[in-house]
């Protein structure tokens, strides 16, 4: 079988190395895919992008991805039902997000989204029945501070819709432990395909009852984004940027899952923040936003607990993959 450490090379670097190669080019290419999604926000709706950008995503996936990762064989899974609530919850998560990401600064929405590895420790108590300790519910506590300083409850700053990338990290801590009980037998590119026809076949439903926009005019950018009529894109560019979408959303997804497949999680979870400074960059240069100074002070918060955690889990051997499963998009 054809595998990610072949794509590379032949190569004389290590899995771990090749593990954390991937874990970078999967973030940048999800970075990619947040920016484009917020900049076609304004004049497409969210379920068209959607679908044009899946549709995009599994012929890729099928003409090239899949023959490299062993063949049609690994579309075979007798986790149907799995692979179908996996997919749910990222739809679910990707709904939620983008609707946020339309009316947020890129790097609040990011940061905000990145509580999902807190989010993860508490449900493996709950869920999981694992035992967490006194140190990691403080960097939990300590994130949760961020969150409220970025939210800003109560003041006339309060955005409500800081609120959604928070539910979206709830629906990926949730698909994450779907993730790892079927990681073991499911390939990477066998998890990202199925993902991949939930979109299309949810983006292709929402299209047939939303998308001739009769019930569009709220007055509000993030529910016109959502009940928005399709619109057939006025620019080469904006087709330019969907197939975009589509190339991001798949070899993004295949490079996090062969990363995880390759290393482990106390490597690879801390390099997805690399998104953060990406979102940062990319929110600064595309659409002229700069973190306000409590925005800053929430980041490091949000950032700096879940860093923590991923120490933690290092120091104790554990490889639990408190991340982003970043095969969400």
């Known amino acids: 079988m054809f595998s990610t450490v072949h794509m590379f090379s032949k190569s004389t670097l290590s899995p771990g190395m090749l593990g954390a190669i991937s874990a970078l080019v999967a973030t940048f290419f999800f970075s990619l895919n947040d920016s484009s999604i917020k900049f076609l926000s304004s004049g497409y709706a969210l379920h068209q992008i959607v679908l044009i950008r899946s549709i995009v995503a599994l012929v890729l996936l099928m003409v090239v991805i899949v023959p490299l990762d062993g063949g049609f064989k690994v579309l075979r899974t007798q986790r149907l039902g799995m692979h179908l609530i996996r997919g749910f919850c990222v739809v679910f998560a990707n709904i939620t997000f983008f609707l946020g990401l339309s009316v947020l600064p890129l790097a609040d929405a ?30 939990v506590f300590a994130g949760l501070i961020g969150v409220l300083i970025m939210v800003r409850p109560g003041t006339e700053d309060f955005r409500i819709a800081l609120f959604l990338p928070m539910i979206a990290a709830f629906a990926y801590a949730f698909l994450h432990i779907l993730t790892r009980k079927i990681g073991g037998t499911e390939s990477a590119a066998t998890m990202s395909v199925y993902i991949q026809i939930t979109f299309i076949v949810v983006s292709g439903l929402v299209g047939l009852s939303l998308g001739h926009g009769q019930y569009v005019g709220q007055g509000d950018p993030m529910f016109d984004f959502l009940l928005r009529g399709w619109a057939w894109p006025a620019e080469p560019r904006d ?26 999680a106390s490597v690879i979870a801390p390099l997805e923040y690399t998104a953060m400074p990406i979102a940062i960059f990319f929110g600064v240069v595309i659409f002229g936003e700069w973190p306000e100074p409590l925005s800053w002070l929430g980041m490091s918060l949000i950032i700096g607990a879940g860093l923590f955690i991923f120490w933690r889990e290092s120091l104790q051997g554990r490889s639990k993959g ?8």
Not at 323 to 329: E, K
């Open 110 to 139: 990011v940061a905000v989204f990145f509580i999902s590895p807190l989010i993860i420790t508490a449900l493996s108590v709950l869920i999981l029945r694992e035992q967490v300790g006194p140190r990691r519910w403080m960097a």
């Open 239 to 264: 087709w330019g940027i969907l197939f975009l979408l589509g190339i991001t959303s798949a070899l993004g997804g295949f490079f996090i899952s062969q990363a995880y497949r390759l290393a482990e």
């Open 322 to 329: 408190v991340a982003r499963p970043r095969t969400r998009r």
